[in-house]
């Protein structure tokens, strides 16, 4: 309805130019407006998409394919290709450590290496899409905001040391694709209440 009144004033407005200058017009009919709504329709269009990215704050694409983006509300959004070891201290990247709470994890990220975000203090979610197969040795351990952990469907492999030490980790809910699972996985999470293994893990 929004887009018809104005797409009306804007008809208009022609008409009364036209008139101006002597040409004849009866004025818009109700066909004249279609283009004039899908210009307004392309606009807002173009508005949303400008929109979805004004929070980024960072964005980088590695040599290996990995994309990552950070957004000013703390998400951190990674996909495209394996996360390599120590992740956190790659190039620049490591000044907005402090400042996420959110991981995901998305399409393409098969392996997530070594410590890859371990000691990110800040962090309080982590969802892990459904490519991801293999967690590796100690991959988010002294995460000690970490609340909330969403595993994919894909996790097979879960290696030593994963979680180890994420003091505020309360549920562990692991689901039927994981075969593989390490030692020492959730020590020191001390506030772990509710832990939850699937059926085809073999230790």
């Given at each position: ?32 407006l279609d283009p004039l709504e ?166």
């Amino acid at each position: 309805m929004k887009k018809r009144i104005i797409a009306s004033i804007l008809a208009l407005c022609l008409s009364i130019s036209a008139t101006a200058c002597g040409i004849s017009d009866t004025g818009p009919d109700k066909n004249s407006l279609d283009p004039l709504e899908d210009s307004i329709d392309a606009a807002e269009s173009s508005v949303t998409t400008v929109n979805e990215y004004e929070n980024v704050i960072y964005t980088e694409t590695f040599e290996n394919g990995l994309h990552i983006t950070v957004m000013s509300d703390g998400i951190l959004r990674v996909d495209g290709a394996n996360v390599e070891e120590n992740f956190k201290t790659r190039n620049i990247f490591r000044d907005y450590v402090e400042n996420i709470n959110t991981l995901e994890i998305g399409d393409g990220v098969h392996l997530i290496e070594d410590k890859a975000f371990s000691g990110y203090d800040k962090l309080q979610k982590i969802i892990i899409g459904d490519t991801t197969e293999e967690i590796g040795y100690s991959a988010f351990s002294g995460c000690s905001a970490l609340t909330d952990v969403s595993f994919g469907n894909s996790v097979r492999k879960i290696e030593d040391y994963v979680f180890s030490d994420c003091i505020s980790l309360k549920d562990a809910v692991l689901g039927d694709s994981v075969e593989y699972l390490g030692s020492y996985v959730f020590s020191g999470c001390t506030a772990l209440k509710n832990a939850q293994f699937g059926a085809n893990i073999a230790t």
